[in-house]
C-alpha cells in the first residue's frame, strides 16, 4: 500500500454517521407528522414520506417499531375525524380576506372621492384670482398659491396613498382567490383520502 493511498473509513464511523443520519431522518418524520396532524385534514403514509424528504422504507422499519406505530395511529386517526373543524378554519379565514378587501375597495372609493372635492376646491381657487373688476389681487393671489401648494402635495399623497391602497386591495384579492383554491385542494384531497 503505497503513501498516497487514501485511509479507508473504519466501521466505527459509518455505523455512527449511519446512526446520526437515522436520528435526522426520524426527527424530520416526527416534524412532518406534527404539522400534518395540526392542519386537521387526513393524510397518508406517503404524505408524510413526501414531508419528511424519507422513503416508506425507513417509516416501516422494524427497527423503529414506536415510529411505525406513531405514523400509522396518526394517519388512522386523520382519516376518521370529521373535516368539519378544518373547513370552518378555512371559511373563517377566507372570510376575514374577504372583508379586508371590502374595506380596501370602501377606502379606495371614498379616496377617490376626496381627490374630486380637492380638485373642485383647486378649480374655484383658481377661478378666485382675479376680483369681479377683473384686477388681480396680489396678496391674496400668494396666499392661495401656498394653499394651492397644499393641496396639490396633499393630492399627490392622497394619490399614493390610493397606490397603495389599490395593491392592497389587487393582494387582499389575490390571497382571497388563494384561499379558494386552497378550500378547494384541501375539500378534494379530503373525499379522495375517504374514499382510499
Known amino acids: 500500500m503505497g503513501s498516497d493511498a487514501k485511509p479507508r473509513r473504519r466501521p466505527v464511523e459509518a455505523i455512527e454517521s449511519r446512526t446520526q443520519r437515522s436520528i435526522e431522518c426520524e426527527r424530520r418524520v416526527r416534524n412532518a407528522l406534527a404539522r400534518l396532524t395540526k392542519k386537521g385534514v387526513p393524510f ?82 383658481i377661478g378666485q384670482l382675479f376680483d369681479p373688476q377683473g384686477n388681480h ?27 397603495k391602497l389599490r395593491r392592497s386591495l389587487a393582494s387582499a384579492r389575490a390571497n382571497v382567490k388563494h384561499e379558494r383554491e386552497r378550500n378547494v385542494t384541501a375539500l378534494t384531497a379530503g373525499t379522495s383520502y375517504s374514499h382510499s
Open 137 to 163: 389681487l396680489a396678496e391674496q393671489n400668494a396666499e392661495l398659491r401656498r394653499l394651492m401648494r397644499t393641496l396639490h402635495e396633499k393630492l399627490r399623497a392622497g394619490e399614493e396613498e390610493n397606490a
Open 44 to 125: 397518508t403514509v406517503e404524505d408524510v414520506c413526501d414531508l419528511a424528504g424519507v422513503s416508506k422504507t425507513f417509516i416501516y422499519d422494524k427497527r423503529r417499531p414506536l415510529l411505525t406505530q406513531a405514523v400509522i395511529l396518526a394517519r388512522d386517526t386523520s382519516q376518521n375525524t370529521p373535516t368539519e373543524p378544518a373547513t370552518e378554519e378555512l371559511g373563517a379565514a377566507t372570510a376575514s380576506w374577504r372583508e379586508r378587501a371590502i374595506n380596501a375597495e370602501a377606502l379606495a372609493k371614498s379616496l377617490r372621492n376626496t381627490l374630486r372635492d380637492r380638485d373642485d376646491r383647486i378649480s374655484d381657487l
